[in-house]
């Protein structure tokens, strides 16, 4: 069978990314121009600044990208380009570069939804065995997918209110932690005793997760020591929170697995890169004898490496965009 080639790129928030895959599984180069350093200033990414910097990243980071894998547009079979969900102004920074590509050299327009770029990502590391469970957890989202087949999606559940990220974030600057905080929460917690008493978020039966009662504890906690005169424990309070974060994501996985006889598990999105949650699903599989796949560092946070990667099964699936194509703030998984 011919080698396939897919161009994917990625422009749904801060990061600016372009990557060139092989077959779907194998990295041939990937250029990530980040605005992390920008954004800190503000506390959070700023979208109308994020659409600025992708106006004078793309380019350059489309020709760094051919140029690192000593290929040329010609040498691609298709392009993957997330439409969604994102920042509509960034998303459309990428599109707009996408389609252009794809009418100037006649290649194939391969839609990628963002969350299946991030479940694909895992491809990148080994091929996926179904049914699987994607444990997807991100700034945008936190969802339970069940997969017997490739592009294949049946969401169980999901978050009805603050995503895990989202959560993340927000505590973390109720701590006066520096953006990006999730990172520093999950390194402080590292440090810390789970000495603070926060309530878990939704004890059903469901599948569905809920932050938002988290948040407000950890808020609240916060204010009524600052009104006490007394300091918060940091270190304490991260993993506080942490630990009740991490414990309802588990729980939830548990009980998905036990239900749907889930032998493959799989974690996907940002937080995937949160050292408390890899352990705990680790111990979690480990316990329940089922297989464990987490992307390496490099491949949960935003990249175009998990967005050639779903292009490619798209490609095969015979999934097929025109130049109508347009981006989509908000996008159900499918």
Known sequence: MKDVYILGIETSCDETSASIVKNGTEEIATVI?????????????VPEIASRHHVKNITMVLEECLEKANMKMEDMDAIAITYGPGLIGSLLIGLEAAKTLAFLYGKPLIPVHHIAGHIYANSLVKELQ????????????TELIEMKGHYQFEKLGGTLDDAIG?????????????????????KLAATGNPSYKLPVPLKDDSYNFSFSGLKSAVINLVHNEEQRKEGIRKEDLAASFQKVAVESIVTKARKAIIDKGIKNVIVAGGVAA??????????????????????????CTDNGTMIASAGYYAYLDGRRADLTLNSKSQDTLK
């Not at 350093?37 to 990414?45: M, Q, S, T």
């Open 33 to 45: 121009s980040s605005q992390i350093d920008i954004h800190k200033n503000f506390g959070g990414v």
């Open 166 to 186: 989202e959560c993340y974030d927000k505590v973390a600057r109720v701590m006066d932690l520096e953006y990006p905080g999730g990172p520093k929460l999950d």
């Open 274 to 299: 949160n050292n408390g949650l890899r352990t705990a699903m680790k111990a979690l599989t480990d316990e329940l004898g089922v297989e464990l796949s987490i992307p390496p560092m490099k491949y």
């Open 130 to 141: 179904f049914p699987l469970l994607a444990v997807v957890v991100s700034g945008g989202h």
